[in-house]
């Protein structure tokens, strides 16, 4: 398949130091004006173990990572002999002289001779990176600056001349490698993940509070928030574990803070007695889920769309809810901000699904436009009446005046079991009748709230894939493949996958003549949500399950 960008994966053991040679070259990349995707493959373990870290970068758009490798930077053996038959026919292995390169086009690279130190072969790599890629050294020298300078100048000019010396070494070879086609984006942008541009749409909705346990690939959220939101009144709370986590949120909420708990699968299967305590006493919370492979710990560091069934589902009884599902930093930012929004107005729990591959990829962002964004739904100041204050008060839209204890005269009673209006508990069962009724009747307000899924297309397609979350940009890219080959597609996202609302896309379902499910799990979760909430039946479904992220190649092979 013709591909115009480069896709560079940089191989090796934990600890290496391979992470560190992709984000310099990834962020150097993004500031010379390419587009990137960046996708990290690692086992659970601290050392040890086989890593990579790959950058698709091209001067055009790219909307997915691609299994096909242009340049292997091998950091030991084993790099080359697992990658070794996805190599494309221009490529090129980079790898230290004393690893055999068995036949492979290459450049066996001293690093003894151009590092003064082990340390400094990530510096080498990186010198030896540009000159194949043509890249500007300045842009290169400048991060290198700016990320050495608290260690002082001796370091930054170690660090300066190792990145010289290998950027002549490589020239001075003459590899041969084509060069990268030159960008032509000049504006600035943002290196960000899917975790970070989550972390920084709730603090632009107000976020002060987060409460979490450490669980990959969610605590990037917590440590996000930690690193920008001091200024901003943020305070970030480690429990002892998730249900102190998620139960702490809901006090912080109740006595006025806006909530978000980042956490995973395993972490969240904790929490659902806490969830089914928000439904009941109302209380905003915003839980972010970043999905890993289960059950159980599964593969606690790959990827997959597996979670959507249990946050369906998670809590007893019934209480309504919403689920988001982003598929790109972009639209992490926008949809944090608008789960802060919905759980603040609706005052129910509200989730936002991503998992490790959007989680860990980085991408060029360009800076949010905070100005376009509409007010967050708050608590009530206060009420004219505080004697007559009932936090439960039987409404039309079934949302009742939340008013903050502490702020007034009134009082403000919860109650975890069925309660009056008044929030005391009661065993009344015409109450009980009344209170299910007006809490589910906030239902129909986030229903009536929820986003269409975006069509990227025509309106009535020879070929239609349709995903949710992440599997967003692959399925882009595939639809982009068939159009170049003459087949009209296209491709429906679902970026709110809970409440659904048939009519915002069950035309565009029924009119197009093929309809694909894409999805990153065993059983098809939106497929079967979809068929269980409108009756239509998916006759294909293409799933990937084996912990690695969807690619357009994956499902082109299996359309």
Known sequence: MPDSSVNIVIGGEAGQGLVTVGDFLAKALVRAGYEIVVTQDYQSRIRGGHNTYAIRASHEAVFGPRETIDLLVALNAQTVSLHKDKLTARAMVLADEAIDLAGLSGLSIPFKTLCPKPIFENMAALGVLAQLLCIEPAWLEGLITETFHKK??????????????????????????????????????????????????????????????PMTPSTSVAATLIDKGGQMGMLVEQAEDEIAAINMALGASYAGARVVVPTSGGGFALMVEGVSLAGMTETPVVIVLAQRPGPATGLPTRTEQGDLSMVLYAGHGDFPRAVYA??????????????????????????????????????????????????????????????????????????????????????????????????????DLGVRIRMVDKRMRKAAGLLADCLAPEVTGSAAPDTLLVCWGSTYGPALEAARNLREQGVDAAVMHFLQVYPLSPEHFLPTLEAARRVVMVEGNYSGQLALLIKQETGFAFKEVITRYDGLPLTAAYILERL
């Open 152 to 213: 002082g100048d001796q370091v930054v000019a170690e660090n300066l001349k190792v990145f010289a010396d290998s950027l002549a070494w490589a020239h001075a070879r003459n590899a041969g490698f084509s060069c990268i086609a030159p960008a032509e984006r000049t504006e600035k942008r943002y290196f960000m993940n899917g975790n970070e541009a989550i972390a920084l749409g709730a603090l632009a909705a107000g976020a002060n509070f987060c409460s979490y346990y």
């Open 326 to 427: 982003p598929g790109t930093p972009e639209q992490c930012f926008d949809v944090t901000y608008r789960a802060m929004d919905q759980a603040e107005k609706w005052q129910s729990p509200v989730f936002v699904l991503t998992d490790q591959y959007l989680a860990d990829s980085f991408r060029a962002v360009t800076p949010f436009d905070l100005s376009r964004l509409p007010r967050v739904s708050s608590p009530e100041l206060g009420t004219d009446a505080p004697d007559r204050y009932e936090r439960y008060a039987d409404t039309p839209s079934g949302v009742s005046p939340r008013l903050i204890p502490g702020f007034g005269e009134h009082l403000v009673v919860l109650d975890s079991d069925e309660h009056t209006a008044d929030g005391h508990i009661t065993e």
